[in-house]
């Protein structure tokens, strides 16, 4: 179905989905410091992520353990963002009970999309799992506004936080040495050389001092 049948459609209006390489959708929103928009963040990283809803136990459990590496990331010039279908007042609530209850203080603002705005933008709606929550999705924005990653869980599963810090490490560290990741790469690990283009440069590519399987197939450690 084309994109422009599918915008007269409220259940297709909910799966439109951002793309990776592109602008990331606009917004502005109420949160619970205050009014914010996409063009707050830009010159930093931005997760943007959504939760099915306040008071709920596998999302406290998120909030407490994003709230755990937000001192991390923001050494790596990434904030953190949060929504829910829910009302500023339910938010602020809600974030004073985790304070209360686990003696977590949410430093991070949370987007109160009560209509649905935002999370229509970004797809978080899955009609298939809930009509009335935001599935657990993360968003990873660059410095310029680009949408870099995206991450859908299902209600049921609460998000790993390792696997949040990989791949902003990862994201980071091809911005700064245009190379790629493997496979559970860690900082620190070897990473790859992307592979050569052209006969003559994959002839010299094993001349180069890497860690080569084959021409295509080059690692090394960054410095």
């Known amino acids: 179905m084309e994109k422009e049948e599918c915008c007269h459609d409220e259940e297709c209006e909910c799966m439109k989905m951002p793309r990776l390489g592109e602008a990331a959708p606009d917004f502005e929103a109420e949160t619970t410091h205050g009014p914010k928009k996409l063009s707050d963040y830009i010159g930093g990283w931005l997760i943007l992520f959504s939760h099915p809803a306040d008071f709920t136990p596998v999302c406290t459990t998120e909030f407490v353990a994003f709230q755990e590496i937000a001192e991390e990331l923001g050494k790596k010039n990434v904030k953190l963002l949060g929504l829910s279908i829910d009302s500023t007042y339910s938010h602020i609530a809600w974030v004073r009970n985790i304070e209360q209850n686990f003696g977590v203080k949410i430093t991070f603002p949370v ?113």
């Not at 935001?134 to 609460?158: K, N, Q, W």
């Not at 790993?160 to 990862?170: G, K, S, V």
């Open 111 to 223: 987007i109160a999309d009560l209509n649905k705005e935002v999370a229509t933008k970004f797809g978080m709606v899955m009609p298939g799992e809930s009509s009335t929550a935001t599935s657990r999705c993360v968003f990873v924005i660059d410095p310029e506004g680009i949408m870099r990653a995206m991450i859908y869980y299902p209600l049921t599963t609460g998000r790993n936080m390792d696997e949040i810090m990989r791949l902003i490490d990862a994201l980071q560290a091809h911005d700064k040495h245009k190379i790629a990741t493997p496979a559970n790469w860690r900082p620190g690990d070897m990473v790859i050389v992307p592979p050569p283009g052209t006969q003559d440069a994959a002839e010299k590519r094993m001349k180069e001092g890497y860690e080569c399987k084959d021409w295509y197939f080059c690692k090394k450690k960054l410095k």
